[in-house]
């Protein structure tokens, strides 16, 4: 093989110098001509031999550099498959994102406040408004079992009614079973025509019925009117007779009495009881040991009664003469030519109720008349009317009733309170509360005749059974087995109860035990709060967590708050409800599909504390903020009162989405953000929304134009008001002529003559007519109530960037000092200003810095006097409240003291009584014994004597012969 390698290697070297002279002429020169011929066929065969390998080298190394630039190629198309998946599922995440935020801020919350349907927007807008004055309530009937509140959604919508309209309160079962019923919120208008449409409609096989009825706020009073409040039912107690049934010894009255008691004999229900001394008198030959018997016709018989009494002894009593039985349909006849005499026309019918008389030994008849009025004119008339000696009784239902039920555990807690609410009705017979306790419950029904009294104490009544708020949540306290509840009771009689679809805790009792289990409540939230709460993560989670929700808890929640273990997916959170939350909520957002977890802050500053953003959190709009930033803003708007909530990053002021807001904050959080939000608007528009003024009452109404006069009644209190004076009705009179007369006239002319006295201090804000103070500094006044910028000196509206330049221009200061009423040149005179206010500030900095502070110090001083003076002033409300809190303990106390000796002396009686009777049978026992005794030794001596009398005839001498 060297051999070879050695020719090849020199045959190529001469190839190659062949190549180069490139004449075979050379080849004579360098070779014998012996060897030419060889040398130069070998020259040539190597010659050969190399072009072949190098020809297949170039093959090799083109094979090479192509299979190279293949490789290149697909390594490149390989990365630019992925740099445009990468691209395009960045695209893909945009869209989504971009969708997802357009149908995040598109979201809205409905929700009944204070008894209005209020529709919320982005940033907890309010885009729609239905108030209670203009509800009524919508009740479905013969819904299937298993229908869908999107199902009942789609019967109104599908009709053109909006969503914002109305809103669906509940669905339960019917008391037929199988079947639902739902009960619907909605405006008047669309409640009278949906009436027409969806009455007798078939759906799913199901013939529905609706009913349209007054509005009612939920969880208020429900109505409860009675039926035919038309009718005046007349009843009176038909003749009766009594009878005294007289026992022996052996048989005891009181055993008797109650065996007899209420049975029915000869078709009457009898009363039975024990016979005792009329008080007072005395009657000769008076039996103890007998038993009266009531209410037996007067038909039965002297031997009727002593088979049913079981005496051989019955007397009847004598009784004042009365009207036979067979006359109740000549008192019928006289009621109705006595009604006709007293209301001529409005009797409609006088039907008796039978059995005349029923198994009480009551006749009735129904009295029905054109309406309630009538029925309630003729009721009062009758109301001491007798023919001949009989008396009857009336029943008139009232027109407006109202029952709810609560447990008696609230009702003890609130016991004092309910006392308090009764004794305080002072016209009993326009409105009552009737309280009755049935085992576990408490029943109550408030009725009246008079709708504006029965409203205001319905309020009251609303107000007690709503309990009071308190702040914070746990979950552990909803649950009906905890034991804190039951160690609030006992500790403070306050009654604490949870409510864990809302996540709310309310406490009713009475205001001392109220606010000691505020302070109970308190201390065990903060308990819990430190407590920690552990969940073991999915696998799918421990990345997200890893790169986003530790980083986030912690920033939010603080270091030591937020434990992770990541070998076993363990992480340990503390910090209450609000750290719960967040948890459960990150661990939604792991479980939501594959993240991308790019840098979402782009360089960008969080727009709340203008530092590096960290757990950012980006919006719809494009900025981005901190986590713990986001959550603290939404958590302070519900002191700030803010509304709606945009976006703080340049000028955006693009709202927050719901599903934002509903990210950060629990359910119980979320919720009264609402109210705030809510009242916040209404504070904003106080020309068009208006609270109605009975006191208590949280219902709203709509404004209506000026001298208008349209009436708006309270679905709540009933009261009636004027929506465009917003006084009481004034029919026949318009707004301008009712107060120009009247209480509101005096109320009007005092308030003028106050402000008047104020020295230019106070005046009305010209768009509310809200009182306004101005203490100190510039002209440029905004209402608290309207938020309408003000020119004091003038009281005209203006917007906010152009105020200034009217103060300047027409009153030529923006302050009350040196005004300037005539210019003479504006222009000129804007200009001279501008020179003296920076003479001003160069000359007169220190003399303003001291005024500034004095005015600081004088502001300071009368806020701590006001202080001081509403301290003093609820230290005395709270003394007068616990002052009269222990005179009526005291009441109470003497009360049942003498309830007390009042039972102590009834039973001392009793017992005196009842020893009396037992010494009258030991007595009436001996004399029978001792009767028998003396029978004894008489039947005893007889026997004796007779057996003397044979002896002695035995023992005497006969004839002495025998006869054969």
């Given amino acids: 093989m060297l051999k070879v390698a050695v020719a090849t290697e020199r045959h190529a070297s001469l190839a190659t110098t062949f190549r180069q002279v490139g004449d075979q002429k050379v080849w004579k020169n360098i070779l014998n001509p012996c060897d030419y011929r060889v040398e130069y066929q070998r020259a040539l065969n190597a010659v050969r031999l190399c072009d072949y390998q190098e020809h297949v080298h170039a093959d090799a190394h083109l094979e090479h550099i192509e299979s190279v630039a293949n490789l290149a190629a697909q390594t490149r198309a390989i990365e630019i498959a992925k740099e445009a998946a990468k691209e395009a599922a960045k695209e893909a995440a945009e869209a989504t994102a971009k969708a997802a935020a357009k149908e995040a801020a598109a979201k809205t919350v409905q929700s009944v406040v204070l008894g209005s349907i209020v529709t919320f927007g982005a940033g907890l807008e309010l885009s729609h408004l239905v108030t209670g004055f203009e509800c009524c309530t919508l009740r479905i009937a013969n819904l299937p079992h298993n229908v869908r509140e999107g199902e009942i959604n789609a019967l109104f919508t599908e009709r053109g009614l909006d969503r914002g309209r109305f809103h669906v309160v509940n669905v339960k079962p019917m008391a037929s079973g199988g079947k639902l019923s739902a009960e619907i919120i909605t405006d008047a208008e669309s409640g009278q025509a949906l009436s027409l449409d969806l ?14 009825s007054g509005y009612n706020s939920p969880g208020s009073m429900s109505a409860a009117a009675e039926r035919d409040v038309d009718v005046l039912t007349i009843s009176w107690r038909v003749p009766s007779v009594r009878y005294v049934a007289v026992y022996p010894p052996t048989i005891t009255a009181a055993e008797k009495a109650q065996v007899l008691n209420r049975r029915v004999h000869s078709g009457r229900r009898v009363k039975v009881e024990v016979n005792t001394m009329p008080p007072g008198r005395f009657v000769p030959n008076f039996q103890t040991n007998s038993i009266m018997i009531s209410f037996l016709p007067p038909t039965v018989t002297d031997e009727e009664v002593k088979a049913f009494s079981g005496s051989d002894s019955v007397k009847r009593l004598p009784g004042k003469r ?5 006359d109740v349909g000549h008192i019928a006849t006289t009621l109705r030519d006595d009604i006709e005499c007293i209301s001529p026309g409005t009797l409609r019918s006088l039907k008796p109720l039978l059995p005349i008389p029923n198994i009480d030994g009551i006749a009735l008849v129904r009295a029905q008349f054109a309406s309630w009025d009538d029925a309630h004119a003729v009721h009062t008339r009758l109301l001491d009317h007798r023919i001949g000696n009989v008396s009857f009784w009336f029943r008139h239902p009232n027109p407006t009733q109202y029952s709810i039920t609560i447990s008696v555990e609230q009702f003890k807690a609130q016991k004092s309170l309910w006392d308090g ?14 309280i009755h306790e049935q085992g576990v419950i408490v029943r109550m029904r408030l009725s009246g005749s008079k709708k504006e009294a029965v409203g205001a104490l319905k309020v009251r009544v609303e107000s007690l059974i709503a309990g009071e708020k308190v702040d914070g949540w746990h979950r552990s306290l909803g649950y009906s087995g905890n034991g804190f509840a039951r160690s609030v009771f006992d500790n403070t009689g306050a009654l604490l109860r949870a409510d864990w679809r809302r996540q709310l805790l309310k406490v009713y009792g009475q205001p001392k035990a109220v606010d000691q289990a505020r302070e109970l409540i308190k201390a065990e939230l903060d308990r819990l709060s430190s407590m920690e709460y552990t969940r073991v993560l999915a ?4 990345r997200f967590f890893v790169q986003r929700g530790i980083p986030e808890l912690k920033e939010t929640f603080g270091e030591d708050n937020v434990k992770f273990v990541i070998s076993a997916g363990r992480i340990t959170i503390s910090g209450g409800e609000e750290a719960r939350h967040a948890l459960e909520r990150l661990i939604q957002d792991s479980l939501r599909g594959p993240q ?5 802050s782009g360089g960008q500053s969080c727009p709340i504390c203008y530092d590096n953003i960290s757990s950012p959190l980006r919006l719809g709009c494009g900025h981005v903020y901190c986590a713990a930033c986001m959550r603290h803003f939404l958590t302070s708007a519900l002191d700030s009162g803010q509304f709606p909530l945009t976006c703080m990053g340049d000028e955006c002021r693009v709202p927050i989405p719901i599903p934002t807001i509903q990210h950060f904050l629990p359910p119980a959080s979320f919720n009264r953000l609402l109210e705030v939000a809510f009242n916040a608007h209404i504070s904003r528009n106080p020309l068009e929304f208006k609270y109605c003024k009975t006191p208590d009452c949280n219902q709203i109404y709509r404004s209506a134009a000026a001298n208008s006069a349209t009436v708006g009644q309270c679905p709540s209190c009933f009261s009636n008001i004027c929506t465009s004076c917003h006084e009481d009705v004034h029919d026949g009179m318009n707004c301008d002529d009712y107060k120009r007369t009247g209480r509101h006239a005096e109320e009007e002319r005092q308030t003028e003559a106050w402000i008047a006295a104020q020295g230019g201090r106070v005046k009305k804000c010209p768009s509310c007519r809200a009182l306004i103070e101005k203490i100190d500094g510039c002209n440029h006044m905004t209402c608290s109530v309207c938020n309408t910028h003000i020119c004091w000196r003038c009281m005209g509206i203006f917007a906010a960037d152009t105020i200034y330049n009217h103060m300047r221009i027409n009153h030529g200061t923006i302050y009350d000092d040196d005004p300037v009423d005539n210019h003479a040149n504006a222009r000129e005179e804007l200009w001279m200003l501008g020179l003296a206010e920076q003479d001003l500030q160069v000359e ?9 502070q004095d005015g600081f110090a004088e502001r300071q001083r009368r806020h701590e006097e006001m202080a001081a003076a509403a301290r003093r002033y609820e230290i005395a409300r709270r003394e007068e409240v616990a002052r009269q809190l222990v005179e009526h303990e005291e009441r109470q106390r003497a009360r049942a003291m003498q309830n007390h000796d009042n039972m102590i002396r009834q039973r001392r009686e009793e017992m005196e009584r009842a020893r009396a009777q037992e010494a009258a049978a030991r007595q009436l026992a001996e004399q029978g014994r001792q009767r028998a005794r003396q029978n004894y030794d008489n039947m005893i001596r007889q026997r004796r004597e007779e057996m003397e009398r044979a002896q002695a005839q035995e023992e005497r001498p006969g004839w002495g012969c025998t006869i054969m």
Avoid at 421 to 434: A, N
Avoid at 539 to 542: D, G, H, I
Avoid at 596 to 600: D, E, G, K, R
């Fill in 199 to 212: 009455d007798g409609l078939e759906f799913r096989d199901e013939i529905l019925t609706l009913e349209v």
């Fill in 596 to 600: 991308i977890l790019t840098n979402l």
């Fill in 322 to 326: 009365m009207i036979s039985f067979e």
């Fill in 539 to 542: 696998r799918q989670s421990v």
């Fill in 421 to 434: 609410l009764v004794d305080g009705i002072k016209d009993k017979s326009s409105c009552m509360l009737h």
């Fill in 844 to 852: 007169e900095v220190l003399p303003a810095w001291r005024r500034e």
